[in-house]
């Protein structure tokens, strides 16, 4: 039991309870999408004229596969034109500097325990695709745990083979968030 009498404790208390607040933050969120919806993802890198990195939504509009940022012109990839589609998991650690110092500051390693629970698993899509020159490209994009189940979903329906699409999910990367 934490002596809350002590300043030391009192302190100890609050940076739990910020952590865990700050944990329950980052988890919150519906992961179930429905069809046909749009999907918020992230850019990582490979369209043109879309910087890396780059928040919007994934969608499927008719025949094309759709990235829309903002209110600019949507990047867009004919499905009949996708050759291969990767579906994969990554874990991102979450609560950037404020909890790396609440991590640093608890005693006897207490930070480790917030660790465990401080990560954010996301599916990531790696879209090959062959522009109207035959050229090969790929795009990359990182989606909320579940949706990239939901994308391969959407396009079988839309008439993509399943041989088209592989699942990497047997070793997911981990990635330490800023």
Do not use: W
Not at 22 to 29: D, F, P, R, T, V
Not at 72 to 101: C, F, H, M, W, Y
Request: proline share 4%; net charge neutral; with cysteine.
């Amino acid at each position: 039991m934490i002596d809350t009498s002590n300043p030391i404790g009192r302190m100890f208390v609050c940076l739990i309870l910020l952590c865990f607040s700050l944990i329950a933050k980052e988890h919150s969120g519906a992961n179930s999408v429905a069809s046909g919806s749009k999907l918020p993802a992230t850019h990582i890198l490979g369209f043109e004229g879309i910087s890396n990195n780059a928040h919007g939504s994934l969608s499927l509009q008719g025949t094309a596969l759709t990235f829309q940022k903002g209110a600019g012109s949507p990047a867009q990839i004919p499905i009949d034109s996708i050759r291969n589609v990767t579906l994969g998991e990554q874990d991102k650690q979450v609560g950037g500097a404020p909890l790396t110092l609440t991590k640093a500051a608890m005693p006897y390693g207490g930070g480790r325990v917030i660790g465990l629970f401080s990560h954010k698993k996301y599916d990531t899509v790696t879209v090959e695709y062959l522009d109207s020159n035959g050229a090969l490209h790929g795009a990359v994009f990182l989606l909320t745990k579940g949706q990239g189940q939901a994308l391969r979903s959407e396009l079988e329906a839309n008439g993509m083979p399943a041989s088209r699409i592989e699942n990497d999910s047997t070793k997911p990367g981990t990635q330490e968030g800023k």
